[in-house]
């Protein structure tokens, strides 16, 4: 059981460009979540999803678009990167929404945009 | 909404002794309240969590503690080793955003042997 994967591992992306970050997993989670990473700011949720054909509004959603298409994918889209958009981006999911269930997070990706 | 402050930022003991770490939160309605730990070059890994209406909880050599009335939690390690070196997250469940948690800014432990 692979859990969460996500990629790419790691990118740089030019300001304007358009970028799709994957996350897929193999739980069958009912409720999957972007987070971003930043220094001193800890992690910041971006987007969540309760179940498949739901999303919701994070506490930092400006600049990102997500779907969730099927329960074991949720894509995150940058559709014009800017450079505060550098972090790095974890996806998790929990068995349940609600927030009192374990979240299992992937390994995260790092995105430089220059 | 719901804000976690998290200190220290950083902290460095001697193997085997113990390490605190604090946390505040700032909504009353706050019930769920768990702590991360994240390695290196890896994903954060749920470690210890506690709901609001017990005080403690312990879990081999990490204990959490809360204080509802304080509005303040805490991630006690004994017997500190080299392994528990990592930066550990704790996370506050906010009633905004879908009710999903709040994290605060991470404490980077340092385990010298």
């Known amino acids: 059981i692979a859990g969460i994967t996500q990629a790419p591992t790691s990118q740089i992306l030019a300001a304007g460009r358009r970028m799709t970050l994957r996350c897929t997993q193999d739980?069958?989670?009912?409720?999957m979540y972007w987070y971003r990473q930043d220094l001193g700011l800890g992690l910041r949720l971006i987007h969540y999803?309760?179940?498949?054909?739901?999303?919701g509004k994070g506490e930092v959603p400006d600049g990102y678009s997500v779907s969730r298409a099927n329960t074991d994918d949720f894509p995150l889209t940058l559709a014009s990167a800017v450079p505060s958009q550098t972090s790095v981006y974890f996806c998790?999911?929990?068995?349940?929404?609600?927030?009192?269930?374990?979240?299992?997070f992937g390994p995260g990706t790092r995105l430089t945009v220059t | 909404g719901e804000n976690v402050e998290q200190h220290p930022s950083t902290l460095s003991v001697q193997e085997g002794d113990s390490a605190v770490i604090k946390c505040t939160y700032s909504d009353s309605a706050s019930n769920y309240f768990p702590w991360y730990k994240q390695e290196l070059g890896k994903g954060p890994q749920l470690i210890i969590d506690i709901r609001s209406n017990v005080g403690e909880k312990k879990d081999q050599r990490i204990a959490v503690t809360l204080n509802k009335t304080a509005k303040h939690f805490s991630l006690h390690i004994t017997e500190t080793q080299p392994e528990d070196s990592a930066v550990y997250f704790c996370?506050?469940?906010?009633?905004?955003?879908?009710?999903?948690?709040?994290f605060g800014a991470g404490t980077i432990l340092r385990v010298k042997s």
């Open positions: 999803s309760n179940t498949a054909g739901t999303t």
């Open positions: 739980m069958r989670h009912n409720a």
């Open positions: 996370a506050a469940r906010s009633m905004e955003y879908g009710n999903k948690l709040v």
């Open positions: 998790a999911s929990s068995v349940g929404s609600g927030g009192i269930y374990e979240q299992y």
